[in-house]
């Protein structure tokens, strides 16, 4: 059962722009808005790598190599989780996941969704 539904990637010159989105609408709001949510990303050959993420009170945290371009928020009401990527670079390619953790440490995944910056 699908429960993370991501969209908005795709294939972009390096410079430009996407914005990233994924929606949770079978997860009710309170458990929405107790969950850490986050965008991790996973380049060909590499680790999967934490990109951002966002904690209930609203506080973020960004990796060093994406900070002042990408911009993590969330819509509570509807249960979307929002990644505006700007200036993207070809390193910035990769298939990018959603994530919701939640006060225990159980993880939810979405599908991932691909992004291609070419130069």
């Known amino acids: 059962q699908v429960t993370l539904v991501e969209s908005g990637g795709g294939l972009v010159q390096a410079g430009g722009s996407l914005r990233l989105s994924c929606k949770a609408p079978?997860?009710?709001?309170?458990?929405?808005?107790?969950?850490?949510l986050g965008w991790y990303r996973q380049a060909p050959g590499k680790e999967r790598e934490l990109v951002a993420s966002i904690i209930p009170g609203g506080s973020t945290n960004y990796a060093d190599s994406v900070k002042g371009r990408f911009t993590i928020s969330k819509e509570n009401t509807k249960r979307t989780i929002y990644l505006q990527m700007n200036n993207l670079k070809p390193e910035d390619t990769g298939v990018y996941y959603c994530n919701h953790r939640s006060p225990s440490g159980y993880d939810k995944w979405g599908q991932g969704t691909q992004v291609t910056v070419v130069s």
């Open positions: 079978t997860t009710i709001l309170s458990t929405f808005t107790s969950n850490t």
